[in-house]
């Protein structure tokens, strides 16, 4: 049985949704319920089907996660992606940044199992296979970027 | 010689209070019954400022918390922070004060300008209203801390569904805190009634990661020790995708889809089944 696809929402909405992004900033554990919480709202406006929202909630608390474990903190955002003009279709971009120390080998960060801190290192890879695009870059001026997105 | 404050707690003070009251019987008092003691505490506080500013003015002024208008006002406060008034009345009714005293003064001699008077009158009032302020976010803050407290209390129960046999619920978000919390009481109660069999209902649980999961491991391996075998029930199929895709196994754990298959479960490992009244007997 295929999960019916809900309909996209209509143009008015997703100029409200683009303009109603997610962005919170992670400083303890309640933002992160809160990002996760977000997040998985944004989603299920922009039509994403449940288990898709279900992807992103938990993507959102993992990397909100690494944001509080491993940087002391960080800025969280969720964004509408929107390509319809161009690949024709609708995203969702989730993007953590931080101050944090950076990550010194970004493969090592993203194999399974491996952890720094007492994580079960499985989050970043997790992220990774739950998203459909991904990636992980050093910030300019210090700290690391985190972007994935999901597709509709 | 007596100040101009001195002479408005002397010739004026009964129509001043009344003033006062009236207006904020008008403005704040209409939606809500309006309890008598409140016009006492009011007017307790009404003297106590007036007998302030009567004092001799300081430069400076901070209201001490010890003395006796700092102690009417933060009763006052108190009160209206825990019938969850509006801040911006309880501010506002002191402001009030503010202005009719402020008009009294500049009626009482037309002749002299009162701007020392006017001046010490301000100072007098913004050390009021910080302090209110504060102490009706503390208060605020106080409840919400203690509020969460009780919720925390309340959305960890283990419940006995049989002899030996224990259901843990675990409804909204799983953090730090609440683990702990539910691993000490689980354990608690596993040890009480020698549970063989626990249930962990998932049902209520927003989001499964990797934290979750990690919590939820340590809860469960800390269960194990104490010879409870666990039956995990109610994730949803959107739950198990993720926990697939996260990588995340949860070895040697017996997992129903739902509650009714996990009570069925656990009631076969302690050798028993819910069956009808009128079951035939085996000859």
Same mark, same amino acid.
């Given at each position: 049985?295929?999960?019916?696809?809900?309909?996209?929402?209509?143009?008015?909405?997703?100029?409200?949704?683009?303009?109603?992004?997610?962005?919170?900033?992670?400083?303890?554990?309640?933002?992160?319920?809160?990002?996760?919480?977000?997040?998985?709202?944004?989603?299920?406006?922009?039509?994403?089907?449940?288990?898709?929202?279900?992807?992103?909630?938990?993507?959102?608390?993992?990397?909100?996660?690494?944001?509080?474990?491993?940087?002391?903190?960080?800025?969280?955002?969720?964004?509408?992606?929107?390509?319809?003009?161009?690949?024709?279709?609708?995203?969702?971009?989730?993007?953590?940044?931080?101050?944090?120390?950076?990550?010194?080998?970004?493969?090592?960060?993203?194999?399974?199992?491996?952890?720094?801190?007492?994580?079960?290192?499985?989050?970043?890879?997790?992220?990774?296979?739950?998203?459909?695009?991904?990636?992980?870059?050093?910030?300019?001026?210090?700290?690391?970027?985190?972007?994935?997105?999901?597709?509709? | 010689?007596?100040?101009?404050?001195?002479?408005?707690?002397?010739?004026?003070?009964?129509?001043?209070?009344?003033?006062?009251?009236?207006?904020?019987?008008?403005?704040?008092?209409?939606?809500?019954?309006?309890?008598?003691?409140?016009?006492?505490?009011?007017?307790?506080?009404?003297?106590?400022?007036?007998?302030?500013?009567? =004092?001799?003015?300081?430069?400076?002024?901070?209201?001490?918390?010890?003395?006796?208008? =700092?102690?009417?006002? $933060?009763?006052?406060?108190?009160?209206?922070?825990?019938?969850?008034?509006?801040?911006?009345?309880?501010?506002?009714?002191?402001?009030?004060?503010?202005?009719?005293?402020?008009?009294?003064?500049?009626?009482?001699?037309?002749?002299?300008?009162?701007?020392?008077?006017?001046?010490?009158?301000?100072?007098?009032?913004? =050390?009021?209203?910080?302090?209110?302020?504060?102490?009706?976010?503390?208060?605020?803050?106080?409840?919400?801390?203690?509020?969460?407290?009780?919720?925390?209390?309340? $959305?960890?129960?283990?419940?006995?569904?049989?002899?030996?046999?224990?259901?843990?619920?675990?409804? =909204?978000?799983?953090?730090?805190?609440? %683990?702990?919390?539910?691993?000490?009481?689980?354990?608690?109660?596993?040890?009480?009634?020698? %549970?063989?069999?626990?249930?962990?209902?998932?049902?209520?649980?927003?989001?499964?990661?990797?934290?979750?999961?990690?919590?939820?491991?340590?809860?469960?391996?800390?269960?194990?020790?104490?010879?409870?075998?666990?039956?995990?029930?109610?994730? $949803?199929?959107?739950?198990?995708?993720?926990?697939?895709?996260?990588?995340?196994?949860?070895?040697?754990?017996?997992?129903? #889809?739902?509650?009714?298959?996990?009570?069925?479960? #656990?009631?076969?490992?302690?050798?028993?089944?819910?069956?009808?009244?009128?079951?035939?007997?085996?000859?």
């Amino acid at each position: 049985m295929k999960p019916e696809r809900t309909p996209p929402p209509s143009d008015a909405a997703l100029a409200e949704l683009a303009a109603a992004g997610v962005r919170v900033l992670i400083s303890s554990e309640p933002d992160i319920m809160a990002a996760s919480r977000q997040a998985r709202l944004l989603a299920e406006r922009l039509g994403f089907s449940r288990s898709a929202a279900y992807h992103v909630a938990t993507a959102t608390s993992e990397l909100a996660n690494n944001l509080l474990t491993h940087a002391g903190g960080g800025r969280l955002s969720a964004n509408l992606l929107d390509e319809r003009f161009g690949s024709g279709r609708l995203g969702l971009e989730l993007l953590a940044e931080d101050e944090g120390p950076g990550i010194a080998d970004p493969a090592l960060a993203l194999t399974e199992g491996y952890s720094t801190g007492r994580g079960l290192g499985c989050g970043l890879p997790g992220v990774k296979r739950l998203m459909d695009d991904f990636s992980l870059e050093p910030r300019p001026g210090g700290g690391t970027r985190v972007w994935a997105v999901k597709w509709r | 010689m007596n100040t101009a404050f001195q002479r408005l707690q002397h010739d004026q003070r009964a129509e001043l209070l009344a003033d006062w009251l009236q207006h904020l019987t008008t403005t704040f008092d209409r939606h809500h019954a309006h309890p008598s003691s409140l016009d006492i505490q009011r007017e307790v506080l009404f003297n106590a400022i007036l007998a302030t500013l009567a =004092g001799v003015p300081s430069d400076d002024f901070r209201l001490d918390p010890e003395s006796e208008l =700092g102690r009417h006002l $933060s009763r006052l406060i108190a009160e209206q922070a825990r019938q969850l008034a509006n801040p911006a009345d309880s501010i506002g009714s002191l402001l009030a004060l503010k202005s009719i005293l402020a008009r009294a003064l500049i009626a009482l001699d037309a002749e002299s300008p009162v701007i020392d008077e006017l001046l010490w009158l301000d100072r007098v009032f913004d =050390g009021l209203s910080l302090f209110a302020f504060k102490s009706f976010v503390d208060i605020r803050e106080r409840l919400i801390a203690e509020q969460s407290l009780s919720l925390l209390e309340l $959305s960890t129960p283990v419940l006995r569904v049989w002899h030996q046999v224990l259901l843990l619920p675990l409804v =909204g978000v799983i953090d730090t805190q609440r %683990a702990r919390q539910v691993t000490e009481r689980l354990l608690e109660s596993i040890a009480q009634y020698e %549970a063989r069999v626990t249930i962990l209902d998932l049902t209520g649980v927003p989001v499964l990661d990797t934290s979750v999961a990690q919590h939820l491991m340590k809860t469960i391996d800390a269960a194990r020790l104490l010879g409870t075998r666990i039956v995990m029930t109610g994730i $949803s199929p959107e739950g198990a995708q993720t926990l697939t895709k996260l990588g995340i196994r949860f070895a040697d754990v017996i997992s129903r #889809a739902t509650l009714r298959a996990g009570i069925a479960e #656990a009631l076969l490992i302690v050798g028993r089944r819910i069956a009808p009244l009128n079951e035939e007997r085996p000859a």
